[in-house]
T-cell receptor, first 113, second 110 residues
Framework: AQSVTQPDIHITVSEGASLELRCNYS??????LFWYVQSPGQGLQLLLK??????LVQGIKGFEAEFKRSQSSFNLRKPSVHWSDAAEYFC???????????FGAGTTVTVRA | DTAVSQTPKYLVTQMGNDKSIKCEQN?????MYWYKQDSKKFLKIMFS???????INETVPNRFSPKSPDKAHLNLHINSLELGDSAVYFC?????????FGPGTRLTVL
């Protein structure tokens, strides 16, 4: 069975500081990995995804994530956060050629001035 | 141009009522989904349809019945609403891998 763990429920970061959100997955084979962002009152928007190839993936809004097979991790990073990055972030894992995504419980990011 | 739209955005109703949520996508995708997001923001898939055929049916009470009249629409009908059904329901669609989500419908059962 596939599963995702996001160890940090809530992270507070100062504007301009760096951000790293942790994601660990459990899956028997090579998974598809995703990071989504949910702004207050909005639906989910895809930030980036990993299927294969280069383990450092660039996404929208200045985000990047690194796939580490040995650690079963897919951590999300941003070098300098903006107040508009305050949102809920979800990591998700899905099997290749299947439709079923499993989401982590999410990490709430608060940005202070 | 809205990619995945849901109506209504908010739904407040009494226990025992029957209600429907509609979803439409204009992306030409073959696959559509319903997710439930609970009060702790945990997101769980409920159903998935591919070309109008049900392909994922998670452990969901049979009071919930999805209907897909065509590839662009996937509606969710809920009978005999219960307090525990209060949540945000998201519709999504996909072509191969990336899922596009609608804005959500916040259902409150009183």
């Amino acid at each position: 069975a596939q599963s995702v763990t996001q160890p940090d429920i809530h992270i507070t970061v100062s504007e301009g500081a760096s951000l790293e959100l942790r994601c660990n997955y459990s899956y028997g084979a090579t998974p598809y990995l995703f990071w989504y962002v949910q702004s207050p009152g909005q639906g989910l928007q895809l930030l980036l995804k990993y299927f294969s190839g280069d383990t450092l993936v660039q996404g929208i809004k200045g985000f990047e994530a690194e796939f580490k097979r040995s650690q079963s991790s897919f951590n999300l990073r941003k070098p300098s956060v903006h107040w508009s990055d305050a949102a809920e972030y979800f990591c998700a894992v899905g099997p290749v050629n299947d439709y079923k995504l499993s989401f982590g419980a999410g990490t709430t990011v608060t940005v202070r001035a | 141009d809205t990619a995945v739209s849901q109506t209504p955005k908010y739904l407040v109703t009494q226990m025992g009522n029957d209600k429907s949520i509609k979803c439409e996508q204009n992306l030409g995708h073959d696959t559509m989904y319903w997710y439930k997001q609970d009060s702790k923001k945990f997101l769980k898939i409920m159903f998935s349809y591919n070309n109008k055929e049900l392909i994922i049916n998670e452990t969901v009470p049979n009071r919930f019945s999805p209907k897909s009249p065509d590839k662009a629409h996937l509606n969710l009908h809920i009978n005999s609403l219960e307090l525990g059904d209060s949540a945000v329901y998201f519709c999504a669609s996909s072509h191969v891998d990336e899922q596009f989500f609608g804005p959500g419908t916040r259902l409150t059962v009183l």
